[in-house]
């Protein structure tokens, strides 16, 4: 599966500042990874994100996001987001 280039060069933007991120190929798309541990990525046209547990219900709250349909998402801790609904910002 192919992933939204632009969508991973506009997280590379707002990433570009922190320390310790680093990008690998994963499950089909692209990993953003902080000090080794996956903290975001782009699976096709979506956003994935890891909120872990306490933000998770919150976050699924937010427009365009919906459960992330695998082992992750059963524990809570991720979510995908529509391109359209993403609103990337600094970190």
Request: glycine letters at 10%.
């Amino acid at each position: 599966m192919a992933y939204d280039e632009k969508l991973a060069q506009r997280i590379r933007e707002v990433l570009e500042r922190r320390r310790g991120i680093s990008e690998k190929k994963m499950f089909g798309g692209l990993a953003f990874l902080l000090n080794g541990h996956m903290a975001c990525g782009v699976q096709g046209d979506d956003l994935m994100v890891r909120v872990g547990p306490d933000e998770y219900e919150s976050a699924l709250r937010k427009t365009g996001a919906r459960p992330r349909t695998s082992q992750a998402a059963r524990s809570k801790a991720w979510y995908m987001s529509a391109r359209v609904g993403t609103g990337v910002r600094r970190a």
